[in-house]
């Protein structure tokens, strides 16, 4: 029997528990849920650390040193994994490089695509995975990872309500929540100048997909469902590195 550190998807791990059959899959999830933890445990079962490639940069060239990767023989065994976290992230030069690889699949290797957004890969890429979808885990899961932690009830029922099932969001600073709700506040709040101005200051901010996603997650879990909407066409086009991040922002504060 194989034995599993991460938590929950009991689903999947029954599917894989004969092995890896396919030469593509296609992990589908929302943000932050665990498919990248999975995809990499998974891996490690059934390939040997130096002959997994793990992709996490989106240029031409990475993906050009993935298929170098792909077409060389295993060194420590029978199989040679290729994992692609965020895969959506790809620019579609990156994308049509990797399907030369999807379209000329070798018995020995398999590429993993893990994505929060399918929608933004290419239909031809979509179309030679064999999708698996990863659903939010229960309260239940959330409880035994928050089990050691020492939170009361309320704060692990708050959390469990502000990650939406997404383990990822567990280990949240709630002082950063309360700054970022505390910060959204005072924008809507604001006249459209200031929201301009820090328009501006967000577009240089590194922190800002987080900040957005806090955003989305705390007034879900407050209920506040109007501005939800814009949040997350928001956050869909700063997910895009080659979108303009600042004028997204600024028709963002024009809709508040």
Request: glycine share 4%.
């Given at each position: ?142 409880n035994m990872y928050l089990q ?92 895009h590195p080659q979108f303009n ?12």
């Amino acid at each position: 029997m194989i034995m599993w550190n991460t938590l929950g998807f009991i689903s999947q791990k029954n599917f894989f528990k004969s092995g890896i059959h396919a030469h593509a899959y296609l992990f589908v999830g929302q943000e932050m849920i665990g498919k990248k933890t999975f995809a990499l445990e998974l891996a490690g079962k059934y390939a040997d650390s130096s002959d997994m490639f793990v992709m996490t940069s989106h240029d031409i060239d990475t993906v050009r040193s993935a298929k170098q990767f792909l077409s060389r023989t295993a060194l420590n065994g029978s199989r040679k994994i290729l994992v692609v976290d965020n895969a959506d992230n790809l620019s579609e030069e990156a994308q049509n490089a990797l399907l030369k690889a999807l379209e000329e699949p070798s018995a020995s290797t398999t590429i993993i695509l893990i994505s929060a957004r399918p929608g933004a890969l290419l239909p031809t890429i979509v179309s030679r995975c064999q999708s698996i979808e990863f659903s939010a885990h229960s309260q239940k899961v959330i409880n035994m990872y928050l089990q050691e932690k020492k939170l009361s009830a309320e704060q692990k029922d708050f959390l469990y309500q502000f990650s939406n099932g997404s383990i990822g969001l567990l280990s949240v600073d709630f002082t950063k929540i309360k700054e970022y709700a505390m910060e959204y506040g005072a924008l809507v709040k604001a006249d459209i100048s200031k929201r301009f101005d820090v328009a501006k200051q967000l577009a240089e901010d590194e922190s800002l997909s987080q900040k957005v996603l806090y955003w989305m997650l705390y007034l879900r879990t407050k209920r506040m469902y109007t501005p939800l909407a814009g949040l997350r066409e928001l956050y869909s086009t700063i997910s895009h590195p080659q979108f303009n991040r600042r004028l997204a922002l600024e028709n963002f504060m024009l809709s508040l």
